[in-house]
């Protein structure tokens, strides 16, 4: 009796842990598999949209801006995000349009070909 009431103890340890583990989850639309921020878990606040860039008029090798909607996010909100994996410049936004958050990416100036293929990490607080 003692060994069957330790093994529905365990058992529901493990349950309330894996349940507990997977609880918070981020979308992030038009991504598949959705990358955001940095490791595996994340918070429930927070949607992201699919992003837009757009490049600059005069030299279109050049990235002027990233923008995306975040749902959740206020004007009060503050975004950041780094279109290069590790050792990337990390731009402020411009939260005053929430939930459409824009981020300029010209200082330091980024090029397109430099932003492809790497992840774009959001980080949002408030």
Not at 27 to 48: E, F, Q, R
Not at 63 to 75: I, W
Request: charge should be positive; include cysteine; charged fraction near 15%.
């Amino acid at each position: 009796m003692i060994r069957k009431y330790r093994f529905v103890t365990l058992l529901a340890v493990a349950a309330i842990v894996a349940t507990s583990t997977f609880a918070f989850a981020n979308a992030v639309g038009g991504v598949n598999p959705p990358l955001l921020g940095s490791g595996t878990d994340s918070i429930d606040k927070y949607t992201l949209g699919t992003p837009t860039y757009t490049l600059n008029a005069n030299r279109p090798r050049n990235l002027d801006s990233v923008s995306f909607t975040l749902t959740g996010a206020t004007a009060s909100t503050v975004v950041r995000v780094r279109l290069i994996d590790s050792g990337g410049t990390w731009y402020d936004c411009d939260e005053s349009g929430a939930p459409t958050i824009s981020c300029a990416t010209t200082a330091p100036q980024i090029t397109a070909a430099g932003a492809n293929g790497n992840t774009l990490s959001v980080v949002a607080k408030g």
